[in-house]
């Protein structure tokens, strides 16, 4: 990598990993193992970075393709919460790093990975009070901010997350759909990528019929960007009804 700032360094190692994770989840039968990806960014941590950057969402390969993570890969996702900590939880948690370290572990949990006492995760007791039920409940009710403040949680937007902000996404797909469109008007794909994902989620028995055209629509105008095509593709498959 030609950077040298640190901070576009993990954010170079970000697009690389998310196009992979992406080529992964669009070909289930393609090979995708983690912690040699991650070996072969580099030796500075930047992947374990990059790996931080996208949270739950790195798994997705695994839990959309009924694939397995080795123990190499759920290794590779352990030292990146330790080389990378969620910001301290006093005076107040950063309740957007509590909300994606929840549904990281929930997701782990799927494979039996039990990640409570992982150092570098937003603590437990943070993610159970705050986000796990809470984060919801804090979010600024009107619709453009609420829309924002929902794409930043887009890991979130997976199969098995239940909880009040899955709940309140369902409760307001006008909102999802409104803050989809505006951004796409902004041409923020990635923004809109994310809220057409929630969309997506719930798609099966609450069809929004300019999810289509749209996602349609960001494939065409996203092109080279890595972070918008995963989110895209997470929504493909999650608009399909056996999803």
């Given at each position: 990598?030609?950077?040298?700032?640190?901070?576009?360094?993990?954010?170079?190692?970000?697009?690389?990993?998310?196009?992979?994770?992406?080529?992964?989840?669009?070909?289930?039968?393609?090979?995708?193992?983690?912690?040699?990806?991650?070996?072969?960014?580099?030796?500075?941590?930047?992947?374990?970075?990059?790996?931080?950057?996208?949270?739950?969402?790195?798994?997705?390969?695994?839990?959309?393709?009924?694939?397995?993570?080795?123990?190499?890969?759920?290794?590779?996702?352990?030292?990146?919460?330790?080389?990378?900590?969620?910001?301290?939880?006093?005076?107040?948690?950063?309740?957007?790093?509590?909300?994606?370290?929840?549904?990281?572990?929930?997701?782990?949990?799927?494979?039996?990975?039990?990640?409570?006492?992982?150092?570098?995760?937003?603590?437990?007791?943070?993610?159970?009070?705050?986000?796990?039920?809470?984060?919801?409940?804090?979010?600024?009710?009107?619709?453009?901010?609420?829309?924002?403040?929902?794409?930043?949680?887009?890991?979130?937007?997976?199969?098995?997350?239940?909880?009040?902000?899955?709940?309140?996404?369902?409760?307001?797909?006008?909102?999802?759909?409104?803050?989809?469109?505006?951004?796409?008007?902004?041409?923020?794909?990635?923004?809109?990528?994310r809220l057409a994902r929630w969309l997506a989620l719930d798609h099966s028995t609450a069809p929004e019929p300019l999810l289509t055209p749209a996602l349609e629509h960001m494939a065409m105008l996203a092109?080279?960007?890595?972070?918008?095509?995963?989110?895209?593709?997470?929504?493909?498959?999650?608009?399909?009804?056996?999803?």
């Amino acid at each position: 990598m030609l950077t040298s700032s640190p901070s576009a360094r993990v954010e170079e190692a970000t697009q690389v990993l998310a196009a992979d994770a992406a080529s992964a989840l669009a070909a289930p039968g393609r090979a995708f193992t983690l912690q040699r990806r991650v070996a072969e960014l580099d030796d500075s941590g930047t992947g374990l970075g990059a790996v931080r950057v996208l949270g739950a969402d790195i798994l997705a390969p695994y839990v959309l393709c009924d694939r397995v993570p080795g123990d190499d890969d759920i290794a590779v996702v352990r030292e990146a919460a330790r080389a990378y900590p969620a910001p301290p939880v006093s005076p107040t948690p950063d309740l957007v790093w509590a909300a994606r370290d929840w549904a990281l572990r929930r997701v782990l949990a799927r494979f039996a990975v039990d990640a409570t006492t992982w150092e570098g995760l937003s603590p437990a007791a943070a993610v159970d009070s705050d986000s796990g039920e809470g984060i919801a409940a804090s979010i600024d009710e009107r619709w453009p901010a609420w829309s924002v403040a929902y794409a930043r949680l887009s890991p979130l937007a997976l199969p098995g997350l239940v909880g009040a902000t899955r709940n309140e996404a369902g409760r307001r797909r006008a909102d999802l759909s409104r803050g989809m469109v505006r951004s796409m008007l902004r041409r923020d794909h990635l923004t809109a990528a994310r809220l057409a994902r929630w969309l997506a989620l719930d798609h099966s028995t609450a069809p929004e019929p300019l999810l289509t055209p749209a996602l349609e629509h960001m494939a065409m105008l996203a092109t080279g960007e890595p972070r918008t095509a995963l989110e895209l593709t997470i929504a493909h498959l999650l608009k399909e009804p056996k999803r």
